[in-house]
């Protein structure tokens, strides 16, 4: 298994790892002192942390972790992170934590066998947990794991796999980061929808739309919420030209369009029933934006993530347009 650096000492230090050189008990002593290398590497993943917050979580001092940390980097042979403010992982040291978490989830794996629970880390856009992959929750139930969600933009989940962040995630690329892989699930489809009272009085025709989008605002998750835009664009307006409210809470952002506060395109499923009974109104328009979904996760034996491979695939089967099966 390769850890996705091209660097030739990295490469070196994982397959040292592999070979269960004394690298291994070098580097995971030089993070913590126990076992679950993975686990107790988070607080060093993010992007804006500090050595004192890290320390704070490891339960030892900021120089203990200092220590543990130089020592890390003399076997990798490279900084694995940066020291200012905020401390950021360096691209050696993803590599390191990439391999050090899977080493993790097999040690995870074990303890499982033993009775003990497991953590299963998970990225899914918010419009995909209310909808096709709410199931899921009964699922992880009955498989008595420990869920740690990550709601993220499925455009953006992707790169938490990357980072070795979470195990799996639904995402909108085709291609898995490396040393991952992939499945199809199918697309996702959003319907333009809008209170009743945010329509013209006498009824809005479909050649006034372009200009009435144009007028409304609309609604956004957060900045990078890009649907509206594609909506816009398919009838033939320049996204430049939408006004936005931002809502980010899925539930709220869906009270927000029925209040009147804007117009906006929402999942299929969530809106099925607001449709039928007029409290949302469709758009005088047959267009839909569909997105599709793909299931990225670590390419590791495991019966509990094939489990949970074949559990999506049914879920996402029962609900999104296009399944592959």
Not at 133 to 155: C, G, K, S, T, Y
Not at 168 to 197: F, I, W
Not at 222 to 227: E, N, S, T, V
């Amino acid at each position: 298994m390769w850890c996705g650096h091209r660097d030739d000492s990295v490469r070196g230090f994982c397959q040292k790892v592999h070979s269960k050189d004394h690298a291994v008990a070098a580097s995971t002593s030089s993070v913590h002192a126990g076992d679950d290398l993975g686990d107790r590497a988070t607080p060093l993943s993010g992007t804006q942390l500090s050595f004192d917050a890290a320390a704070r979580s490891l339960h030892v001092s900021v120089s203990a972790l200092s220590q543990r940390l130089t020592g890390l980097e003399r076997s990798v042979g490279h900084p694995v992170v940066t020291r200012g403010r905020p401390v950021r992982v360096t691209e050696p040291g993803r590599a390191v934590l990439k391999l050090a978490r899977e080493i993790d989830w097999l040690l995870t794996e074990h303890e499982r066998s033993a009775g003990r629970p497991t953590t299963l880390t998970l990225a899914v856009n918010a419009d995909s947990l209310s909808t096709w992959f709410a199931p899921m929750l009964r699922w992880f139930a009955r498989a008595e794991v420990l869920i740690d969600l990550r709601i993220e933009d499925q455009d953006r989940t992707a790169q938490l796999l990357e980072r070795a962040e979470v195990v799996a995630a639904v995402s909108t690329r085709a291609e898995p980061p490396t040393g991952c892989r992939a499945a199809p699930l199918g697309r996702m489809r959003y319907l333009p929808a809008c209170a009743p009272e945010l329509l013209p009085p006498d009824g809005l025709p479909a050649d006034g739309l372009t200009e009435w989008l144009a007028d409304t605002p609309t609604l956004r998750f957060d900045a990078d919420d890009a649907l509206p835009d594609a909506f816009a664009q398919l009838q033939g307006l320049s996204p430049g030209r939408l006004r936005a409210h931002l809502v980010p809470s899925n539930r709220e952002y869906l009270d927000a369009v029925r209040a009147g506060l804007g117009w906006s395109v929402l999942p299929e499923a969530q809106v099925a029933d607001d449709l039928v009974t007029g409290r949302l109104v469709r758009l005088p328009t047959e267009a839909t934006v569909d997105v599709a979904l793909h299931w990225h996760r670590w390419r590791v034996g495991s019966d509990l993530l094939d489990a949970m491979d074949d559990e999506v695939r049914r879920c996402a089967a029962r609900a999104l347009h296009g399944y592959p099966g």
